[in-house]
């Protein structure tokens, strides 16, 4: 059942009705048994791994095609997830092969670091830093570029 979402865009509705948007990986139960000790088949976004029996539902978002791209919000649970978690977390996503992802955590940083947003980022004096590492490194212009906007918002 899971492994027709591999390589996809999806929204996956976790047990509890969390929902997560990202492109993810098929693990079967082999390999989760092996990496993480369960064998159970599962759907992986970036760092975060959500177990068959931990699913009650997966949608595909490959036929959406709006504002930000196969997606439908501008950033999600996931990223925001991520930016709770610290630097990083964060240095792992935006150093990511998956363009997508880079761009909506760069949306999500956007939103954290704005001083009206009200919220609290414990490591926003970290942030330039993984900035600048993702300006030299990227190879995406529109992720260069959208990095360099928080980087100037920044001051």
Not at 21 to 48: H, P, T, V
Not at 69 to 98: H, Q
Not at 120 to 139: H, K, M, Q, S, T
Request: include cysteine; proline fraction near 5%.
């Amino acid at each position: 059942m899971l492994k027709q979402y591999d390589g996809q865009c999806v929204r996956i509705t976790d047990r509890y009705g969390g929902v997560f948007d990202g492109i993810c990986r098929y693990n079967d139960a082999e390999y989760d048994r092996g990496e993480w000790g369960r064998n159970e088949d599962g759907l992986q976004i970036e760092s975060f791994l959500f177990f068959q029996s931990d699913i009650r539902s997966v949608e595909s978002l490959e036929g959406h095609d709006g504002p930000y791209g196969k997606f439908l919000d501008p950033f999600g649970k996931l990223e925001e997830l991520t930016v709770e978690d610290g630097i990083g977390s964060i240095r792992d996503v935006l150093l990511s092969e998956e363009k997508e992802h880079v761009l909506r955590l760069l949306n999500c940083l956007e939103r954290y670091l704005d001083p009206e947003s009200g919220r609290d980022l414990p490591c926003v004096g970290e942030i330039p830093d993984a900035l600048r590492e993702l300006i030299r490194y990227a190879p995406d212009p529109a992720v260069r570029e959208k990095a360099e906007r928080l980087l100037e918002q920044r001051g």
